[in-house]
């Protein structure tokens, strides 16, 4: 029997060398230490033996379990190395297949608008998003009055700071350094205490625009504005211009663009009218001019400025504008 333990030893050992898969790792398992296995079997027989002749055998048999094992586990280790690193270099696998991402309509959108303007020559700013009421109102010449200042359309923050607006505060910084001539536009987001709903949001994009130059007139905004919808609507866009009231231009005016669906006919889209308000702007006031210390008397100029995400949803036909940031890809993966 201790001769027999010897030899199950050995090609216990000599088949573990043989063994190049798991499969065969879990038959020798169960040649070797199954219930039924040959050294179950040995060792079940131990017990019959002369009384003397037991406690030595019962140790060989164990001894040869337990290199048995160590070999084993030692066989299973490199085994299982082996399998990862065949499966690194496998080429054959089928690969995970990468979703990849895109850049957000809107960004998509903005970087149009930019790419456009600069075409124009002008030059793009970033600012911060927190501004002081000096910079978003007073110096736009925004009476301490006016409704926009109110609690519920502002959201006002920490240290009198209140979350801008719109993006003009960006350009009025800039022009405390920026001497005319000047063609700026400022993109960024903007804060809103509003209600949301389909055509409201808390916070949206906006792209700024100001031009100072001497004899800079009411044609010049108008051409500008025109050739910009053009490039982004196509060359059939018609636009008008109406007065409006701005407290930071003088005129102030809004320009329009005759509804693309149904050529100015009237249909939903445009609730009819044939027409859709596209942007606000306006020849810069002279108060806000000299609030830059530049001269009124020798500098015009005139401002405007794009709802971006408006404009997104005109380009692509989109009817709210909670959508854009839905995060749902169902929506996100359309463009
Ligand atoms: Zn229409």
Redo the contacts with the bound molecule.
């Keep these: 029997m201790k001769e027999q333990l010897h030899k199950i030893k050995q090609r216990g050992l000599e088949d573990l060398e043989k063994i190049s898969n798991m499969k065969q790792m879990r038959s020798f398992e169960v040649q070797y230490f199954g219930r039924k296995g040959e050294l179950s079997q040995v060792m079940r027989r131990i017990k019959d033996l002369p009384k003397n002749e037991r406690p030595a055998l019962g140790k060989l048999a164990n001894e040869v379990k337990q290199a048995l094992n160590i070999a084993r586990s030692k066989a299973e280790k490199s085994l299982t190395s082996k399998q990862r690193e065949v499966s690194v270099i496998d080429l054959t696998w089928p690969s995970q297949p990468h979703r990849l991402g895109h850049l957000h309509p809107l960004t998509q959108f903005l970087d149009k608008v930019m790419n456009i303007f600069t075409s124009m020559g002008f030059e793009v700013l970033e600012g911060q998003e927190v501004e002081t009421p000096e910079y978003n109102f007073d110096l736009l010449n925004i009476p301490k009055n006016h409704p926009s200042r109110d609690a519920w359309d502002t959201f006002y923050v920490e240290g009198g700071m209140l979350m801008r607006t719109h993006t003009s505060p960006v350009q009025l910084r800039a022009m405390k350094k920026k001497r005319p001539p000047v063609r700026l536009i400022a993109p960024g987001r903007v804060f809103r205490h509003e209600a949301t709903d389909a055509g409201h949001e808390t916070t949206f994009y906006q792209c700024e625009g100001l031009v100072i130059d001497r004899s800079i007139t009411v044609s010049n905004l108008i051409s500008t504005l025109e050739q910009f919808l053009k490039e982004v609507y196509g060359p059939k866009v018609k636009i008008r211009v109406r007065p409006e009231y701005y407290p930071f231009v003088e005129p102030g005016m809004d320009v329009d663009m005759q509804?693309l669906?149904?050529d100015g006919q009237?249909?939903s889209?445009?609730h009819q009218r044939?027409w859709l308000e596209m942007l606000g702007s306006g020849m810069i006031h002279p108060k806000v001019l000299s609030n830059m210390n530049i001269d009124p008397e020798k500098f015009s100029g005139f401002a405007f400025g794009l709802g971006i995400d408006r404009l997104m949803m005109l380009y692509h036909g989109i009817n709210d504008v909670r959508l854009s940031y839905s995060g749902d890809l169902r929506f996100l993966e359309q463009f």
């Design positions: 509804c669906i149904c009237g249909c889209v445009c044939g």
